[in-house]
């Protein structure tokens, strides 16, 4: 129990949050099937890999990878786009959005994550589920 106790300190995993999504449609838009599922965005917004984050090697080296512009590569991620010299096919084919998954604005992300917040901090407040 200590060393779980310690690791857990250590990765400063005492704050996690964690999303209730209620009725949302969201496992079926993005194609969420199963418990955990991570889905890593490029900086334009690419989903660049979705699945089971024990899929991946290092979670975390990806992050700090997608932060600096690199790609990620391996089982789950998306393809590269192509070179514009290939054609204009080749290239709407790579970003034609996959079965399963719906295109968002991102202003309606925005909004969406801003009522998640207010959510949250509101369950926060409460003390009778603090207790």
Aim: charged share 40%; aromatic share 4%; glycine share 6%.
């Amino acid at each position: 129990m200590s060393a779980v106790e310690e690791h857990v300190k250590t990765k400063e995993w005492g704050n996690v949050e964690h999303w209730h999504r209620d009725k949302s449609d969201c496992s079926k838009v993005y194609g969420v099937d199963g418990v955990p599922h991570v889905m890593l965005l490029d900086k334009n917004g690419k989903i660049v890999f979705k699945g089971h984050p024990a899929s991946r090697k290092n979670l975390e080296q990806d992050m700090n990878d997608l932060m600096n512009d690199k790609e990620i590569t391996g089982e789950g991620t998306a393809p590269a786009d192509k070179n514009e010299d290939e054609g204009k096919e080749a290239k709407a084919a790579d970003t034609a959005i996959p079965e399963g998954f719906t295109e968002l604005k991102k202003e309606d992300v925005d909004s969406e994550c801003e009522n998640h917040a207010k959510v949250m901090e509101a369950w926060k407040a409460d003390e009778d589920l603090k207790t």
